[in-house]
């Protein structure tokens, strides 16, 4: 989807909404996902013809805060976020349930900085250009914590993915917290990462979410978007190159940048997504508090949020 640059985000999800609406059977569940190495299976999903075009309709969004947006308005059924971001739905009100993990980020998510700047503490007082998810804000907390600073000894501004490269180039920002393929093409235009989420592993994943009235109404579809996911990934292990070839393609990018961007990311397997999701401890428990208590300390939600609320007890029988 092509979209002009004076379509704000409210413009765009009343777009995405009035298309589902009239363009696609009644009963599609709509998916929404936006421009991420991690989330590529899912298109290679639709185009082996893995998803029965009556029951799903993949939607690619600009960026993660118009997914998050469309979510949040309904305008999708289905989203791949964050899972700051699901904790700051899960805050908001928002009712779901997180029906699978797409990928741990493993220095995928990154703080590029100008090459005059050689190490951390040299951020003291530069111009940082986030992301306008809670992911950025989420990012920015842990590196001034590597840097041993506080807020006050940065010049932060939020903005979308999709405008950081311009504001670099214009010379309006010393360093980026982006994640690819922003992040391979602000590293070709010479920018050096300083710190990324392999510094941080196992705090960053991306996550499958639904609504649950749909995920209660419309089961038998939504688990079979997730085990339509892990054929996927077995193609992608059985027939790697032809795999590759197809997301980078899709995705814009050289075969080459599409490999290295997926060695910044770990694509957990059934069994793991099921020790992470299922059984009277998930596994992702720990992380998420951690993740929840960081963004209540910052001020992005306004009590601890207990991410258990989105996880179903039986979720196993969600998967084949």
């Keep these: 989807m092509r979209i002009s640059k004076g379509v704000g985000i409210a413009g765009l999800v009343l777009f995405l909404h009035l298309t589902a609406c009239t363009e696609q059977p009644e009963q599609a569940i709509r998916i929404g996902s936006s421009p991420w190495p991690g989330y590529e299976p899912l298109y290679l999903a639709r185009e082996l013809g893995y998803f029965d075009e009556e029951e799903i309709t993949l939607f690619e969004l600009p960026s993660a805060d118009i997914t998050m947006e469309a979510f949040r308005n309904h305008s999708v059924d289905v989203a791949s976020l964050p899972l700051d971001g699901i904790l700051e739905l899960l805050n908001d009100g928002a009712r779901l349930r997180m029906i699978l993990i797409m990928d741990i980020s493993n220095g995928g998510d990154a703080v590029l900085a100008h090459p005059d700047i050689k190490q951390l503490a040299d951020i003291q007082g530069k111009r940082i250009a986030a992301v306008n998810i809670p992911l950025g804000l989420y990012m920015v907390s842990r590196l001034l914590d590597k840097a041993g600073l506080e807020r006050k000894d940065i010049q932060l501004k939020l903005m979308s993915e999709t405008e950081q490269q311009a504001h670099y180039s214009q010379g309006l920002a010393d ?63 059985e027939n790697p190159a032809a795999a590759r070839a197809k997301m980078s393609l899709r995705l814009g990018v050289s075969e080459t940048d599409f490999q290295n961007m997926m060695t910044g990311i770990v694509i957990p397997d059934k069994n793991e997504v099921i020790k992470m999701l299922g059984g009277e401890t998930p596994a992702l428990m720990p992380a998420a508090n951690r993740l929840a208590s960081l963004l209540h300390k910052e001020g992005l939600v306004n009590e601890l949020v207990d991410a258990r609320t989105a996880i179903d007890p039986d979720f196993v029988s969600c998967i084949k």
């Design 175 to 237: 360093i980026v917290i982006t994640y690819d393929p922003v992040k391979t093409a602000l590293q070709k235009a010479g920018m050096k990462v300083i710190f990324d989420s392999a510094d941080i592993p196992n705090e960053i994943f991306d996550v499958l979410v639904v609504h649950e009235e749909v995920y209660n109404n419309r089961r038998k579809a939504v688990c079979g978007v997730v085990n339509q996911w892990f054929k996927t990934l077995a193609y992608m292990q």
